[in-house]
């Protein structure tokens, strides 16, 4: 009998096949993986590339957001500390115009009303990773210089008044500072200002006759810093919240793109045994219709 030429390429053909989809199931064995190539799956290879895509995103705005909470805190204790320390100066203040202090402690008052200035443009000056929080965008230059040359001392603002924002992997915009000139400076609540008053407004031993109009300015100047610090504040939750949201989308984002791309092994493995079965029958039966032709052609 002599074997069909065309039934025979056929069978190596299967042979070939069966070889090929033997190897590739060996590989997804060995890696756990069954997209290693375009190749291999482009439907599956294309929505990998997209989710690689938004896990890198999520990961990126997960450490951006992890500095920028830091800053902002930094940023909340700052003006915390400017609240303690001006409801001490208002204390202050109030207990100088009372009328029932010698010239001595009124000066006395004066040089602690000072030290609070100072201590209040140490924190207008606050630096994060040297970068100043309340110099707007100009985070390089340090936002307030105190000339104490002149009475009352000049506070002077050498930042911007850009407010930065940071957009979330949704498109949210979360605002991340508040220029020092909407805080210390402000019309109609100048802290620095209002404090280098007070100042000097008990300094000669006897308070001015702006003493007390000074220290109800410096009343309202408090509650104004407060609005600040809720503004932060609400900044902070939301960054955490978003924070929060990115990194349990990265979770389930990897979760899925692991599904898409593992290998299914126990599936695998009983496919990878029949192709063997199959690979052993076909070369069985090239090998047995071989020596047919070569029997015949002798």
Known sequence: MRVNPQYMTGLVNSLDASSAAEAQMTQELASGSRVSSLSDDPVAAGENVLLSAQIASDDSFSQTASTTQSMLQVTDSALSTVVSQLTSAISLATEANNGTLNAGDVQSISNQLAGIRDEVVSMANTNYLGKYVFSGSLGSTAPYALDTTVSPA??????????????????????????GSQIFSAPGSDVLGT???????????????TAVADTEALGTAVGYVSQQRVLLDNSISRLTAAENYSQSEGTQLESAQTTLLQADVGQVATQLSTAETQQAALSQVIATLGKQSLFNDL
């Open 154 to 179: 000049v506070a002077t603002y050498e930042g911007d008044g850009d407010v930065e924002y940071l957009q979330t992997p949704n498109g949210q915009k979360i605002q991340l500072n508040v220029p």
């Open 195 to 209: 404090l280098n008053q007070l100042v000097a407004d008990f300094a000669t031993g006897t308070p001015s006759a």
